[in-house]
């Protein structure tokens, strides 16, 4: 008898398991992911108000539901069935689908983001999470990046130069910020071994969170990210001083209703996505992590910790919006341009060199050492470099005061090719109209002068007069 030796399985890793899910269980939580963004949405437009109000000394919404909190979901119907109007210079198919561009990979990205540790559903082992890829991370900010487009393409479809001067804002400020958001992940990458968003919070598990051993990058990441959703006070696409209501100005009804939930997701998503990898994810704070061997981090008990957590970021919005004015334009670009952009390559920099020394056989002292060398070196050079002397200019700018401003003689072409195109169809099928009328009435005139009218009569007069014969004939 050939003896057999017992091997023990290998357990599944988190995107086999998932991998594995029945077509069922996807469908479940396809639906759960999108009913959570709708249901936030809902909650953080109402939350925001009565938060704002509170700050201001005002009540807020208080009159739809228990303590007003339906009023945004009698807003969301009353704008669904609003009347639809779009502009006559508007380009209808570009105008129609901007407003999809911008919500769909808003809620494609809550596909990778993890809400809890494996778990059984019907009898079905799975993750709270719909899909762990090896590049998460660069699916989130491929979703954000993407969702700029409708911005862009709802400005241009308007036929309108605010809303165009809003688009232009917002795909200026997207590629500048998400260029430091990039940027302030490498630090994380590096720490986690891996792109995927599980594998950062499984790194995180038992030890300091990202977000106090990579603080600057933290920090970078959480600026970043309120410039990435033109919220205040980056909201420079849509500020109402200047451009009216920026890229949505001509939109109403429903496709107004799309980006502002668009908005508020991507709101949603990035909360997440901050908590993914910088707070751990949906492992429990400090102390509760230690009560009961772990307990608080198995089951369904990480989601509450998850929702929790991100509740923080969507508070830190609305603190945001309450608290500071809007930035100017060039100070906005400044930030990003300027600071973030090198204080991330910086760190990024600093971070290597700090792994590379570690991996070495270099003492923890001698790291710090030559740390505090280096730093004092920056402090000094920068001190030695003269200030740059701005020449007075003593002329009165026209634009204003030297940042960016729409030129004053702006105004709306007064005709485009495509606007052309149809008024030249409309001209010659009234041009045909008018010729087939002209052929009828020469008809009609041949018949007249063969009944023995005179020819000396108008030939309108007759023609009218034939009109009111049939007609008092038919009375």
């Known amino acids: 008898m050939t003896p057999f030796l017992a091997q023990a399985q290998e357990p599944l890793s988190r995107s086999e398991v998932l991998a594995d899910d029945p077509l069922w269980l996807i469908v479940i939580k396809v639906v759960a992911l999108f009913g959570f963004g709708v249901v936030t949405t809902l909650f953080m437009i109402n939350w925001e108000r009565k938060a704002v109000a509170r700050m201001q000394h005002r009540k807020g919404p208080n009159r739809v539901g228990p303590g007003g909190w339906l009023q945004s979901l009698a807003d969301g119907i009353k704008l669904a069935f609003a009347e639809e109007i779009m502009p006559t210079k508007a380009d209808k198919k570009v105008y129609f689908l901007a407003p999809v561009i911008s919500c769909t990979p808003a809620f494609a990205a809550f596909a990778v983001l993890p809400f809890g540790p494996e778990v059984s559903i019907f009898g079905e082992r799975t993750y709270l999470q719909l899909v762990d890829l090896p590049v998460g991370i660069l699916v989130v900010l491929a979703a954000s990046a993407v969702g700029v487009y409708g911005i862009i393409l709802g400005g241009w479809a308007s036929g309108s130069p605010y809303p165009l001067l809003g688009a232009l804002r917002s795909a200026a400020q997207v590629i500048s910020y998400e260029i430091a958001m990039g940027l302030s992940l490498f630090a994380v990458v590096l720490y986690a071994g891996s792109l995927s968003t599980g594998d950062i919070v499984d790194a995180q598990a038992g030890s300091w969170w990202f977000a106090i051993i990579l603080a600057p990058s933290f920090a970078i990441f959480v600026v970043s990210m309120v410039g990435e959703t033109n919220r205040a006070p980056f909201d420079l696409p849509e500020a109402e001083s200047e451009l009216v209501g920026g890229f949505h100005t001509e939109y109403s009804s429903l496709k107004f209703a799309l980006f502002f939930l668009a908005e508020y997701v991507n709101m949603v998503v990035l909360s997440g996505f901050a908590v993914t990898l910088f707070l751990g994810g949906y492992t429990a704070p400090w102390p509760i992590s230690l009560i009961g061997d772990g307990y608080f981090n198995t089951g369904w008990w990480p989601i509450l910790w998850f929702v929790g957590k991100m509740m923080l970021f969507l508070f830190l919005y609305i603190w945001l919006r309450g608290t500071l004015p809007r930035f100017r334009y060039d100070q906005f670009m400044r930030l990003g341009w300027k600071v973030l952009i090198p ?125 009111e014969g049939s007609d008092d004939g038919n009375v």
């Open 343 to 467: 204080a991330s390559l910086v760190w990024i920099v600093l971070i290597a060199g700090i792994r590379a020394l570690k991996a070495s056989d270099v003492s923890s002292t001698q790291i710090v050492i030559f740390g505090g060398v280096a730093i004092l070196l920056i402090v000094l050079l920068t001190l030695l470099i003269p200030e740059r002397r701005i020449p007075d200019d003593e002329g009165v700018p026209v634009t204003g005061g030297g940042y960016p401003l729409p030129p004053l003689d702006l105004e709306v072409p007064a005709m485009t090719p495509r606007r052309a195109a149809l008024e030249k169809a409309e001209k010659r099928k009234n041009r045909d109209k008018a010729a087939l009328g002209s052929r009828q009435g020469g008809s009609d005139l041949h018949r007249d002068q063969g009944d023995g009218a005179p020819s000396d009569e108008p030939a309108g007069r007759r023609v009218r007069q034939g009109k």
